[in-house]
């Protein structure tokens, strides 16, 4: 058996059903003879965002694959593996290596040296005789742990390598670890005993699909639930418990709650310090519970640590916590409590939810959006900048996995190749990307993949004309120079690759856009709706 046929057949026990990639790769054409279906982008960078989004909404289950050329193609991959590093997500990523005999020499492009800094594991194939072995290392790590990208590099001279036969191997286990007893029962008696808890929930609870166990301790304990944007969805946001997520831009009730707690209980999350996350106030007590026991302490101080799946802590915790509290707690008096700040909150951001003013304000678009679609059957993301800040604190997530969350490393364009891919594993949902005229320049010419692709998306752009965040910060390049003037017709050019694209400059003509752009992708075809939008700056952030 060659070594192509051996890979293809390893990913197609392993249940990879799409291959995403750009040539030259031979394992293309291996994967199309095992019947993986092969999904060739503009851009690698992309190609690697469309595996990263297949991983994230199936929770790991079905791992992302991207594979591409040795060289150049690696390197215009490294952008997209490093966001599945800073996401933690699990994506297995096949780059062509030189010929074994070139590999370290200089200045050729080695892609598991690399790579390595940010990713969870990078190994080259040297001898067919090992791929199985190989490949049982990649997938152990990519299906157990903290996720993160896995790279396996396959030199260029080893495709008419034999592998033996019969090919031993059978899909690596999947395995779960909980947090120490003594620890749980900790966490439970400061829990119970808390005055003013909030529970901070991140992506792991998605990758444990511990969705119910969250709900059940919020609803026993009547603790406020708020997410980070990777955790966005984790608990449903119409819930009188849900404070919001938040990133750079945030509902009023989330710092106001984090401020006014006592304990924070952070489930399935790393605390990681960023301009993209919420800030955690100092000086309170802090639960931590992580996959991962390097996060620990990295950057809260943690009184205790719970290392272990969110969703076996989360049973333990509850549990334990039973022992004591048979009965949901009244949660009315909190709910209020929220319910007010909501409320407050919501009627100063209203004009601008529902402004009839042209250019349109993006906050009515993304409001008409969220009031037209069937949000529990809509998987949505942004992309970096304002986008994303217009679109997360308003946008109330119902299901889990309806909202692809994320902002450490905060790459333009990032959002289209996520759609593509969930739409790729979730067939039946509406899937959107949000994003603006900067993002679309980095990878628009991927919408054409969309369409050759049959990869119906709805594609919602803001479009200002400008780089409006760096207005402020680029006065005297603007003024002398127009640096940040950008500009492009993108609905002529979505029309032009053969999608559906509409331009949309007036209120009350982006409802029947959006309700035509979904009957479009109903009928298999990739929409870009293109709305002309004002150079809006303000965002939600903490105290306003």
């Given at each position: 058996m060659k070594l192509g046929t051996a890979i293809a057949e390893i990913m197609k026990r392993e249940g990879i059903e799409i291959l995403c990639g750009y040539p030259v790769n031979h394992l293309i054409e291996h994967a199309a003879k095992a019947e993986i279906r092969p999904v060739m982008v503009r851009q690698e960078r992309v190609g690697v965002h469309m595996a990263d989004a297949i991983s994230r909404v199936t929770s790991g289950r079905s791992i992302g694959a991207f594979c591409m050329q040795h060289g150049p193609g690696a390197e215009n991959a490294m952008g997209g593996v490093a966001q599945c590093y800073g996401e933690s997500v699990p994506v297995l990523v096949l780059p062509m290596g030189y010929q074994r005999r070139l590999a370290h020499i200089e200045p050729n492009f080695n892609s598991s040296e690399a790579m390595k800094p940010f990713a969870k594991s990078s190994e080259p194939i040297i001898l067919?005789?090992?791929?199985?072995?190989?490949?049982?290392?990649?997938?152990?790590?990519?299906?157990?742990?903290?996720?993160?990208?896995?790279?396996?590099?396959?030199?260029?001279?080893?495709?008419?390598?034999?592998?033996?036969?019969?090919?031993?191997?059978?899909?690596?286990?999947?395995?779960?670890?909980?947090?120490?007893?003594?620890?749980?029962?900790?966490?439970?008696?400061?829990?119970?005993?808390?005055?003013?808890?909030?529970?901070?929930?991140?992506?792991?609870?998605?990758?444990?699909?511990?969705?119910?166990?969250?709900?059940?301790?919020?609803?026993?304990?009547?603790?406020?639930?708020?997410?980070?944007?990777?955790?966005?969805?984790?608990?449903?946001?119409?819930?009188?418990?849900?404070?919001?997520?938040?990133?750079?831009?945030?509902?009023?009730?989330?710092?106001?709650?984090?401020?006014?707690?006592?304990?924070?209980?952070?489930?399935?999350?790393?605390?990681?310090?960023?301009?993209?996350?919420?800030?955690?106030?100092?000086?309170?007590?802090?639960?931590?519970?992580?996959?991962?026991?390097?996060?620990?302490?990295?950057?809260?101080?943690?009184?205790?640590?719970?290392?272990?799946?969110?969703?076996?802590?989360?049973?333990?915790?509850?549990?334990?916590?039973?022992?004591?509290?048979?009965?949901?707690?009244?949660?009315?008096?909190?709910?209020?409590?929220?319910?007010?700040?909501?409320?407050?909150?919501?009627?100063?951001?209203?004009?601008?939810?529902?402004?009839?003013?042209?250019?349109?304000?993006?906050?009515?678009?993304?409001?008409?959006?969220?009031?037209?679609?069937?949000?529990?059957?809509?998987?949505?993301?942004?992309?970096?900048?304002?986008?994303?800040?217009?679109?997360?604190?308003?946008?109330?997530?119902?299901?889990?996995?309806?909202?692809?969350?994320?902002?450490?490393?905060?790459?333009?364009?990032?959002?289209?190749?996520?759609?593509?891919?969930?739409?790729?594993?979730?067939?039946?949902?509406?899937?959107?990307?949000?994003?603006?005229?900067?993002?679309?320049?980095?990878?628009?010419?991927?919408?054409?993949?969309?369409v050759r692709e049959r990869i119906p998306i709805m594609s919602i752009l803001l479009n200002n004309f400008s780089m409006a965040i760096e207005l402020k910060v680029m006065p005297i390049s603007t003024e002398k120079y127009r640096s940040t003037d950008i500009s492009g017709d993108y609905a002529a050019m979505a029309r032009a690759f053969g999608g559906h694209g509409e331009r949309v400059t007036r209120p009350e003509d982006i409802i029947p856009a959006i309700k035509r752009g979904i009957q479009k992708t109903k009928e298999g075809v990739p929409v870009l709706l293109e709305f002309i939008t004002s150079k809006e700056t303000e965002v939600s952030r903490p105290g306003t």
């Amino acid at each position: 058996m060659k070594l192509g046929t051996a890979i293809a057949e390893i990913m197609k026990r392993e249940g990879i059903e799409i291959l995403c990639g750009y040539p030259v790769n031979h394992l293309i054409e291996h994967a199309a003879k095992a019947e993986i279906r092969p999904v060739m982008v503009r851009q690698e960078r992309v190609g690697v965002h469309m595996a990263d989004a297949i991983s994230r909404v199936t929770s790991g289950r079905s791992i992302g694959a991207f594979c591409m050329q040795h060289g150049p193609g690696a390197e215009n991959a490294m952008g997209g593996v490093a966001q599945c590093y800073g996401e933690s997500v699990p994506v297995l990523v096949l780059p062509m290596g030189y010929q074994r005999r070139l590999a370290h020499i200089e200045p050729n492009f080695n892609s598991s040296e690399a790579m390595k800094p940010f990713a969870k594991s990078s190994e080259p194939i040297i001898l067919a005789a090992e791929v199985t072995n190989i490949f049982r290392r990649a997938f152990t790590k990519l299906k157990n742990g903290r996720g993160g990208p896995v790279i396996v590099e396959i030199p260029a001279d080893m495709w008419n390598e034999e592998v033996p036969e019969p090919l031993n191997y059978t899909p690596v286990l999947r395995t779960r670890y909980g947090a120490d007893p003594v620890h749980v029962k900790e966490a439970a008696a400061l829990l119970v005993n808390a005055k003013r808890p909030v529970i901070y929930a991140g992506q792991g609870v998605h990758y444990a699909q511990a969705w119910p166990q969250l709900k059940r301790l919020a609803e026993r304990l009547a603790i406020p639930v708020t997410t980070s944007l990777g955790g966005k969805s984790s608990f449903p946001e119409t819930h009188p418990l849900s404070l919001g997520s938040g990133g750079l831009a945030v509902p009023r009730a989330v710092p106001k709650f984090l401020a006014e707690a006592d304990v924070i209980f952070g489930i399935g999350c790393s605390f990681t310090e960023t301009s993209f996350g919420i800030a955690m106030p100092k000086g309170k007590t802090i639960i931590h519970s992580t996959l991962d026991p390097n996060h620990l302490n990295k950057d809260v101080e943690a009184r205790i640590g719970l290392v272990g799946d969110a969703g076996l802590v989360l049973d333990a915790l509850l549990e334990e916590i039973g022992k004591t509290v048979t009965a949901d707690r009244d949660a009315s008096a909190v709910a209020a409590e929220i319910a007010a700040s909501h409320k407050e909150w919501l009627a100063k951001w209203m004009p601008k939810l529902t402004s009839n003013d042209a250019p349109l304000s993006p906050y009515r678009v993304l409001w008409d959006l969220q009031h037209t679609v069937d949000v529990k059957n809509t998987i949505i993301t942004h992309d970096a900048g304002s986008p994303r800040d217009q679109l997360s604190p308003f946008w109330k997530a119902v299901e889990p996995l309806t909202y692809l969350g994320w902002g450490k490393t905060t790459q333009l364009g990032y959002g289209l190749g996520l759609a593509m891919g969930a739409k790729l594993a979730k067939p039946d949902k509406l899937c959107i990307n949000v994003w603006g005229d900067a993002a679309i320049g980095f990878t628009g010419m991927d919408f054409e993949t969309a369409v050759r692709e049959r990869i119906p998306i709805m594609s919602i752009l803001l479009n200002n004309f400008s780089m409006a965040i760096e207005l402020k910060v680029m006065p005297i390049s603007t003024e002398k120079y127009r640096s940040t003037d950008i500009s492009g017709d993108y609905a002529a050019m979505a029309r032009a690759f053969g999608g559906h694209g509409e331009r949309v400059t007036r209120p009350e003509d982006i409802i029947p856009a959006i309700k035509r752009g979904i009957q479009k992708t109903k009928e298999g075809v990739p929409v870009l709706l293109e709305f002309i939008t004002s150079k809006e700056t303000e965002v939600s952030r903490p105290g306003t």
